[in-house]
């Protein structure tokens, strides 16, 4: 074709053919431009299913318009032949310049390729077939993402199964190649796929044969990055490593998540990077000077780098490489309780000069107050007026000023922070979202946690682990540091403490396998190191003045505090109790210590559908949750567990509605997390992991309660949210929900993705939680034939945290609402609203309605709180 002219396009030379098209370099002969033509491979053009997914590239593409994606300018036809006019890129595939020879270059594309596909993935496009020869890098360094001839353009033509494991194989999501569901986050993986090409030359999974490399990525690790780029930061490690996760869940969500690791990647690595100062001598620069005196100063050099390498070797020997802990305890410290007149306290402060502590305190009517006191005499007093509905954590300034605290005012509207002076007067707000603040040592500042996806209390825009700080007077709020490793928190407050200079953080990263490590970076270089590699929970943590990090751990059986130099060594215990600790904050001077012992109490209580006639049904000293009554009222399945929260173990339990003749159903060493009668009341289903696995190893188990054997495993899933007859399962994994057959076999997704479908309403509507930003709240949508939910949805005015409950039938949603916690109804599906009478007091949350729907099932909290004042702790 070279030399023709097609239409008004004269061809000037091929430039290059795959599988979906053969490309040429051509000229407009109107708007006298150099473009790309695009046609099917010779012999396809007739056949139908090639013609229809080289439209449907077209259309995908011709919809984006970003600077980092190849422009269609037209789909045009001559003489039977349809081909698409594209931007002509001058410039080089990252096929022709891989390896990226610096990493920064390679970050850079990495962010503009992320940077596209964000694009496209908004406009519902998703590539299917990213890899280093679809990417071009043009004479201005741009990138520029090329054919779409995979494309999948939602509610467009769908391909057939034969078709549904096209692209690239050494750059296919596992799903892809499984022929499973392909979406934005199988286009995340190649591009971490494409990535790791640049800096390392080579892709992460390869084989000599196509068997081999499928069986790589559907079964090996590829090899750390660090073995072909000795110097990648760990962030990178990190990055890599979500991306590149078999399980689309455990990967980024949204490659806008990967997209803000990729930014702070190359701001923290460009930190790093300098250039010689002016005057020294760069390598292979001649010295001056005849030959001899040369060879003297060249040696003089050598002696003085060989001495500074010595030096610097030892230097980090001594500070990076583990030593025996020089921590010593005193055997004369004391300890004694502080006389506070409450049972309900939550976490601490303690004054540099040990003289005040500042604490959260629980009324009866579980309203929060700050209160502070003196460590050696007088009575507690309350400094805050607000009757928060919560608050967590608290902390003192260094110059016992200011008290900053979180707070939860009514449900909804999220966790801030505030400061009040410690002699009390007004409050005000420093930060709309955020918990658990720590004054920076110099006082300048103030950091916060923002940790969770959208609709928690306190979200961050990644939905990771973040920690930000603020000035006092509400200024300059800046990210300081982002975990996105991180599985998530399993309580609050989620810790983190500032080195005493500031220039680093040390925080407790949660795994997901339930428990944490404690981790440290330096803020400005970015690099991180681990200290403790214990697998056990972890709650707070404290950097002393003289660079120890106090924390609290269940390694040795019960949680107690515990002391590691802050270069890393060995732990050392200090306290050995067997009440549960959750925290301790340590004075300047290391002489004083106060931490809170605390022991959760739950019990079931059963209330008239307004609230009325309260009556308590457990009464001894047990952790009591996700309680469901029997569909004829009689008895009541729930999960009881220790009081100690850093004892996982939770169990299955049967009990009569009155709380007598409690037998348990499940056994060995497990968690139990929900439950949930089938209609008929001859079934239980409930979810079970074992103790120390991630919640993806949670399974659904059906279980008869009335006639106890063995469980049975039913499906894999997170939890189980109800029966919606007696013959299906509604369950809940992957931030969907499906409709699973008690019997066995293949479930059916309800509803869209990051919805969560907690009920099914009888009269053909679907209620349920969404997730996504900008739609949190309860919604309804009417039901297919099929069972599905479809058509437009309308919002509810339930409170989007409130606690839910309904009968089996869900004709009504019954929920609290208001910092007063009035009871209230919603008749489905008009949406007609009552307002019943009160929630009971305390904290208490609706567990369930009973079938019949004239009562509620409460599970209620209570504590029992001590601070203790220990001195003289070290030698």
Known sequence: MIGTTVSHYRILEKLGEGGMGVVYKAEDLTLTRAVALKFLPHGLEAHEPERARFLQEARSAAILNHPNICTIHEIAEAEGQQFIVMEYVEGKTLREIVP??????????????????????????????????????????QVKVMDFGLAKLKGSLKLTKATSTVGTLAYMAPEQIQGGEVDARSDIFSLAVVLYEMLAGQPPFRGEHE??????ILNQEPEPIQKYLPEAPIELLHLLGRALEKEPEDRYQAVGEMLIDLRRLKKDSSRVLRQPPQGETRRGAVLPGPPEARHRVQRKWIWLGAAAVVVICSLLAIVFLPRASTVKLNPDRTMRILPIPFARVFYPSLSRDGNWIVFPVADENDRWDVYSMNTSSGEPARVTHEENLSTIAVDLSPDVGQIAYDRLLVPGEGRGLRLVPFQGGASRTVADTGMGALWRPDGERIGYVRAGRSGSDIPSASGHFEIWSVKPDGTDNRLELIDTVASGYTREPVSFCWSPDGASIAWVRTKGEGYGEVMVRHLATGRERQLTFDKKEIDEVTWTMDDRILFISNKSGHANLWVIPAAGGEAVQVTQG????????????????????????????ISALDGSTPRQVTT???????????????????????????KPETHLYLMDRDGKNRRKLTSGSATVTSCAWSLDGKWLAYTSRPLGQPADSSGVYLIQPFNPGGARLLCKAWAVLQWLDNDDVIVWKGMKTWRQP????????????????????????????????GREGWWTVPITPDGKGAGVPKKKVVPSDAYVAAPADVRFLLYTKGAEKDLWRLWLPGGKEERLGKALPGSAYMADVSMDGKEILWTKTSSRSKLVLMENIFE
């Open 742 to 773: 008690a019997k066995g076999g293949s479930p059916t997704q309800l509803y869209e993705d990051s919805t969560n479908v907690n009920l099914i309403h009888g009269k053909g509507q679907i209620v349920f939680y969404d997730y996504r930003q």
């Open 578 to 605: 067997t009440v549960p600790l959750l925290s301790a904050r340590i004075s300047a001077d290391n002489r004083k210590i106060v931490y809170l012992e605390m022991e959760m109490i739950w019990h079931i209580w």
């Open 211 to 216: 068997a081999a490399i499928i069986y790589s």
């Open 620 to 646: 001894d000293d047990v952790l009591v949750g996700r309680a469901k009554f029997s569909p004829d009222r009689n008895s009541i399945a729930a999960v009881i567990g220790d009081v100690d929260i850093f």
């Open 100 to 141: 990226v020879k610096k990493m920064q270059d390679a970050i850079t594309y990495g962010i503009q390729i992320a940077e596209a596909l964000q694009e496209a993935h908004t406009k519902g496009i998703v590539h299917r077939d990213i890899k280093a020869e679809n990417i071009m890098v043009n004479s201005k360094n």
